[in-house]
């Protein structure tokens, strides 16, 4: 019997993502040598070791974490906890309370939470490129809203001049006669890794402002902020909260939200805890007691999370250790990239990624005719050497061949999937290659 038109073509898109096949075959030095390399997927696996450890010592879950609990927004000492959290993280302007969350399963469901909300179907979002890129399908898929992407050309998409594209991205719409609801912002940025600065924030809230729109920031990443010692320019931006800002005479504070999770500052995308935070509008939060039936989180991940975000002494010391990790792998990254000039966006100083440009080497390497898809060709060539890296593409780069690189590994498994970076380029020497990816370069 036939699906319903979108399930028919969700099952077509679905079944051929290469991302599926890495997933069901991981590489492991010992017991799946022939596995894919990932790095492509944003996951922070520097510190699994001490989160396991500190998980251990959680105390056993009461019984009341074997029920629906406190209701489909996350337990009441949950939100309390992150509440106070992230008003000491974020450095608040005005105190998070509990009423002010939504806890969901993960962020994407967050996110989705806002598009069914805050847009009708064929309302429209404004996404500035490149972007993450879950966004298209967690902002559209099941809501019905549009997506506007808005490029920038030569202008820094993170500047305070990048909101005139949006401005004029507006303007586009409305002649086209479709209504723009909302931006989303993901600060910091995912996959650039740098971050908006104050300046530009308040020039995006000003827009929000005379256009009388939403403003959603996914700041999934904002406490995984480390020192670049690679990069002299540009200088790495300091992190703004959405949240730190004095809304007074600058936007009315029911239009400004935000987003967090655990997934990326803890290391922990498989706890699936992510919520929505909304000072200023009950009625938004109020809508989606219902809907949050869907996004409801098990009562173990309330439970462990709450405990682990109640120790306080744990936490400063976990997030110091993680930056200064991720600091000495992004350079370890940089380094091999620099020694065979591999370009990629400098000023990185959050999150996990490297945007490179791999474009004219592998032009170089392998000559292409002018209409040929490089990125595409790059992507196979990478598949058959087991190595993953998320495409350009998929994150609306405004040039071909770019794609996204993350660093957040264990040394072994960053150095086989750079390996298998420089094989696919034909950039390698065999001294400069370890033995594991020898053996994937012999049998190719």
């Given at each position: 019997?036939?699906l ?7 099952a ?20 799946n040598p ?27 879950m ?13 337990s ?54 490149p ?7 967690d ?40 209504k ?53 320019h540009?200088?790495p ?120 440009d ?87």
């Amino acid at each position: 019997m036939a699906l319903s038109a979108r399930a028919e073509i969700e099952a077509k898109q679905s079944s051929g993502g290469p991302i599926w096949d890495v997933y069901d075959n991981l590489w492991d030095p010992d017991s799946n040598p022939d596995g894919f390399v990932n790095i492509g997927v944003a996951e922070n696996r520097l510190m699994h070791g001490e989160l396991v450890a500190r998980i251990a010592r959680t105390p056993p879950m009461p019984e009341h974490s074997l029920t629906y609990g406190d209701g489909p927004k996350g337990s009441k000492r949950l939100r309390k906890v992150i509440a106070a959290f992230l008003s000491k993280r974020l450095s608040s302007h005005l105190p998070i309370l509990p009423e002010h969350l939504v806890v969901t399963n993960g962020v994407s469901s967050a996110i989705e939470h806002c598009a069914w909300a805050l847009t009708g179907p064929d309302e429209a979002w404004l996404l500035g490129q490149p972007y993450y890129g879950s966004f298209v399908a967690d902002l559209t898929d099941r809501t019905g809203a549009k997506l506007i992407k808005v490029s920038f050309g030569d202008v820094d998409p993170l500047s305070a001049q990048a909101v005139a594209r949006y401005e004029a991205a507006i303007h586009e719409a409305h002649q086209r006669g479709v209504k723009v609801k909302a931006v989303m912002l993901c600060n910091p940025h995912n996959p650039l890794g740098r971050c908006y600065s104050r300046e530009a924030l308040l020039a995006y809230l000003k827009l929000c402002h005379t256009h009388g729109l939403h403003l959603v920031s996914d700041e999934v990443y904002g406490l995984t902020i480390w020192q670049n010692t690679k990069d002299t320019h540009p200088s790495p931006t300091p992190f703004t909260s959405i949240l730190s800002l004095r809304l007074d005479g600058l936007i009315d504070p029911s239009q400004v939200h935000a987003l967090w999770g655990v997934s990326k500052d803890f290391g922990a995308n498989g706890l699936r805890l992510g919520c929505v935070i909304s000072q200023h509008n009950k009625p938004f939060l109020n809508s989606l007691t219902t809907p949050a039936i869907y996004s409801y989180i098990s009562g173990l991940s309330d439970h462990v999370v709450a405990e682990v975000l109640e120790d306080e002494d744990w936490t400063d010391k976990y997030l110091i250790t993680s930056r200064q990790r991720l600091a000495d792998t992004f350079a370890f990254a940089v380094d091999i990239l620099n020694r065979h000039s591999i370009p990629y966006t400098p000023g990185s100083n959050s999150g996990f990624f490297l945007w490179v440009d791999l474009a004219q080497l592998y032009r170089d390497k392998f000559p292409l005719d002018a209409d040929t898809d490089v990125t595409q060709v790059i992507m196979d060539a990478l598949m058959k050497n087991k190595v993953f890296l998320a495409s350009g593409t998929a994150f609306g780069s405004e040039r071909p061949g770019v794609f996204r690189i993350t660093f957040s590994h264990p040394r072994e498994y960053l150095e086989e999937g750079l390996g298998r970076l420089l094989l696919t380029l034909g950039l390698h020497t065999e001294r400069e290659l370890p033995d594991r990816t020898l053996a994937v370069a012999r049998d190719i």
